[in-house]
């Protein structure tokens, strides 16, 4: 033990010091500074390099984008004012703005159909997307597509009304008859619905006749260009696809070994193939397998390819979902007395769509930038547009580098937005405590 | 309530095809089975109706008529007057030439980027994260049409490499990057067997030198192994390795004569050594980067799986941290980004189909693009452009499988 003690040293300190903040080396930017860039000798030279490059990227492209002109009508008139200054003609994006939208042959005095028709799919999409709100509104959500279509195409309003009513009378006759089974409620729910299409395709005829006030001028399907092409294959095939993508896996993971067959050649058909040949197909092939004379339009086989393709990869997410859900789930709602659809709807689907959400929204992102294949079989999508009528016109021959950039710029934004949701989504559903 | 659950044998009646579980996964199936049947013959009848209106029939007989257009780019012997399966033939190994180069271009981008985005420089790491997500969120398509633009619309024309003071001038004197394509030096050899047909031969030898090269340094490794297994001390390798990978090789070609035909302007273009087209290298690139993307985010995924208490454990045990990675990180790191690198090789071949986007001969361009045009027989080059695609894919595939079958963890 010590001699030293209280009574036998003079000066003896009762009270801790005040902490002093750390040496400057060990704090703040200095330390981060050196931790995060500096490390090492390697580390140091690696910031340098990596310093460079942006200074090269930068020094590149800034004096260009700033220096930008934007109310010139053509490229001469751009290349005038820059005078031999090396800078950006983004006039061709305000000369061209609405056919890169657009296209270049949608009516003008029709774009606040479309335009319309893209703000309210934000309030359609938002009830599907953020879970908090009233679920009220998932009524509109409802009638959206037929709302879409029906300003996006134009026409008598009674060919959407006819096929939403088509859908509302399946759903009762299916509420009405799923007692008994869910077989019976379902084909119950189809054969209804097709008789009310049948007849109401007897009567729109007539109707649109009786009610002329009651129709939009008619826009064909060949007029529809631009980036809102992209977006419209984009929202109908993904939403298309999610349905038969979900019966597409149980199909591959059903005990029946024919349904089982069938599902397992389509998935493993369309994956194995590149989208273009499938393209090729809407393009040069379909029109033969449909009755003659029926000319089923461009952008509808394009739209039923592409489905395909999709379905078949979100197929493939899904199964993995399903795959990952531990046996005593399926085994849970089995011994509840849950008959399979019950037992599907109720217990397993809730929890095997979420495991595959972030698999399902990649699936999404990657249909979404393969939209811009439709311009390899000419039709005129956001690339189309700026590869055919506009760097083809005389004006703006050679303009290259400003229609590129601003095609990346929209889909990098569309593209990053979705990822990024899909990972708020993520953290927003993870139910496991960690 | 009552505990009767199975029904009563021999009670049937007509509802419990659909409610009993005895026959009902038979009824569907028969449902299944009359719909899928009648939707084929649906499309079969119309199929056949169609093409009977428009006097078609479905013929592979144009295979063997004369092909009548030229292609820039050719592995093998190829000029208008061969036949369409000709062409198709050399789209096939036009298809393979570039996504061969794309997967081995790409994981080497893959793999710098995803190590990289693990690097504790926060700057390198942050430029890393940017290249993923730009590559990443912006259409392939996109991509081959930027590069293209830039090697067909900023890069000198021949002309300017001409004169007393040219414009442009050739890298190290060896190559010389235009708008019609790069030209680089051409191997050939003097003294070569089989002349001037038969040089594959030479390059047969060669291969076969590499291979026996590698054969013999895995011996050298085994013996090595055997030896610190018995001592405890492993003898040094690296020199004699080194020796047995280069020197073979190295006499064989001075046997063989080697030499480089150097790229030079003559008249209005470059002649001499190989021209590797525009459209093949915008293809080549804008693939390896966009793919480059997601396997860099693959590579780190995997570095990333492997446990720290595995990297800890190694360390305990005494291990360098080279020896850390090689022997305990890499090894489970690659059993998890080995699976999706084939699938994104799958996609690199798959994608390579958009060459047709910028002219290069791919199997899509010459036997979907050209052909089909000229011919007019949509169905059939379709349906063979297709069954190309998916004899692809179902091989590689396959490898994954075995692979996956042979790097399986082995539980008892």
């Known amino acids: 033990m010590s001699d030293t003690h209280a009574e036998s040293v003079a000066f003896v300190r009762e009270t801790a010091l005040p902490p002093v903040p750390p040496p400057v080396a060990e704090r703040g930017i200095y330390k981060w500074g050196r931790e995060n860039l500096f490390a090492t000798p390697l580390n140091a030279l690696l910031t340098v390099a990596a310093i460079y490059v942006i200074y090269l990227v930068l020094a590149g492209t800034l004096p260009w984008i700033l220096g930008g002109v934007w109310t010139t009508s053509s490229l001469a008139e751009c290349r005038e004012v820059l005078d031999g200054r090396s800078a950006a003609c983004f006039s061709v994006l305000t000369d061209r703005w609405n056919q890169l939208l657009f296209g270049f042959k949608y009516p003008p005095e029709l774009y606040w159909r479309p335009l319309l028709a893209f703000v309210l799919m934000f309030l359609a999409a938002a009830p599907v997307l953020f879970f908090d709100l009233p679920r009220k509104l998932l009524f509109f959500t409802g009638i959206y597509p037929f709302l879409a279509y029906w300003l996006i195409w134009g026409g008598t309003i009674w060919t959407p009304i006819v096929a939403l009513l088509g859908f509302v009378v399946g759903y009762f006759v299916y509420e009405k008859l799923v007692h008994r089974s869910f077989a019976t409620g379902f084909f119950g729910g189809v054969i209804a619905a097709l008789a009310v299409w049948y007849v109401g395709g007897l009567a729109i005829p007539d109707l649109a006749r009786i009610t002329s006030g009651l129709r939009l001028e008619a826009v064909p399907s060949r007029d529809l260009g631009g980036f809102m092409l992209n977006m419209m294959l984009g929202v109908t095939c993904v939403s298309l696809s999610l349905p038969i993508g979900i019966a597409l896996a149980l199909g591959r993971q059903s005990s029946m070994p024919l349904i089982k067959w069938i599902c397992v050649i389509f998935i493993e058909f369309i994956r194995g193939v590149p989208l273009i040949t499938l393209l090729f197909v809407a393009n040069v092939m379909l029109a033969y397998f449909f009755p003659p004379g029926s000319g089923v339009d461009l952008f509808l086989r394009v739209v039923i390819m592409i489905t395909m393709f999709s379905s078949a990869y979100i197929a493939e997410v899904i199964r993995g979902g399903l795959a990952a859900l531990p046996k005593g789930q399926y085994e849970a709602a089995d011994s509840l007395g849950l008959d399979y659809p019950q037992a599907m709807r109720l217990i397993i689907l809730p929890q095997a769509l979420k495991i595959s959400i972030p698999g399902i929204v990649n699936i999404a992102v990657g249909l979404f930038k393969d939209t811009t294949l439709v311009s390899i079989i000419s039709m005129f999508d956001l690339v189309g547009m700026i590869r055919g009528p506009i760097l083809a016109s005389t004006d703006w021959n050679g303009v290259y580098w400003e229609l590129l950039g601003f095609a990346a710029l929209l889909f990098f934004i569309v593209c990053y937005g979705i990822s990024q949701y899909s990972q708020w989504l993520e953290r927003r559903l993870a139910t496991d405590h960690r | ?412």
């Open chain 2, 1 to 412: 309530m009552t505990s009767l659950t199975d029904p009563q044998r021999g009670s049937f009646r007509l509802s419990s095809l659909l409610n009993d579980t005895r026959y009902r996964s038979m009824t569907l199936q028969v449902i299944a089975a009359v719909v899928l049947a009648l939707t084929l013959g649906y499309l079969y009848s119309n199929l056949m109706a169609n093409l009977q209106e428009q006097g078609l029939d479905i013929s592979f007989d144009f295979l063997y008529s004369p092909a009548g257009y030229d292609i820039n780019q050719t592995l093998i012997d190829y000029n208008s007057q061969s036949t369409n399966l000709r062409a198709a033939v050399v789209g096939v190994l036009n298809t393979l030439l570039v996504a061969f180069l794309a997967c081995v271009t790409a994981t080497v981008f893959g793999v710098i980027a995803g190590v990289l985005r693990l690097s504790k420089n926060w700057l390198v790491r942050k430029l890393m994260a940017f290249y993923v997500e730009i590559f990443r969120n912006i259409p392939v398509l996109i991509w081959i049409i930027i590069i293209f633009t830039i090697m067909t619309a900023v890069m000198p024309a021949p002309s300017a490499f001409r004169g007393d003071t040219p414009s442009s001038s050739m890298l190290f004197d060896l190559f010389a990057f235009t708008n019609r394509g790069v030209y680089v030096p051409g191997p050939y050899f003097t003294r070569g067997f089989g002349g001037e047909d038969g040089s594959w031969i030479n390059w047969l030898l060669v291969i076969g030198v590499l291979v026996a090269s590698l054969f013999a340094t895995r011996a050298v490794s085994a013996r090595a192994n055997d030896k610190q297994a018995k001592t405890g001390v492993r003898p040094k390798t690296f020199w004699l390795n080194l020796a047995i990978w280069f020197v073979p090789v190295i006499v064989l070609l001075f046997a063989l004569g080697l030499q480089w035909d150097i790229p030079e302007l003559r008249g209005f273009n470059f002649g001499g050594g190989i021209k590797i087209g525009g459209p093949l290298i915008a293809l080549w690139f804008a693939l390896s980067i966009y793919t480059g993307a997601f396997i860099a985010e693959n590579v780190r995924a995997g570095i990333q799986a492997v446990s720290r208490g595995q990297t800890e454990a190694a360390s305990a045990l005494g291990l360098r941290p080279r020896r850390v990675m090689n022997l305990v990180v890499l090894p489970q790191a690659l059993r998890v980004i080995i699976p999706p690198l084939i699938s994104q090789y799958l996609n690199i071949t798959k994608n390579s189909s958009l060459a047709i986007a910028v002219g290069y001969a791919d199997i899509t361009a010459t036997l979907g693009g050209i052909t089909l045009n000229q011919t007019g027989r949509a169905i059939e080059c379709v349906l063979l452009l297709m069954l190309f695609y998916l004899v692809i894919s179902l091989c590689i595939s396959a490898v994954m499988n075995v692979y996956n079958n042979a790097m399986k963890l082995k539980e008892r």
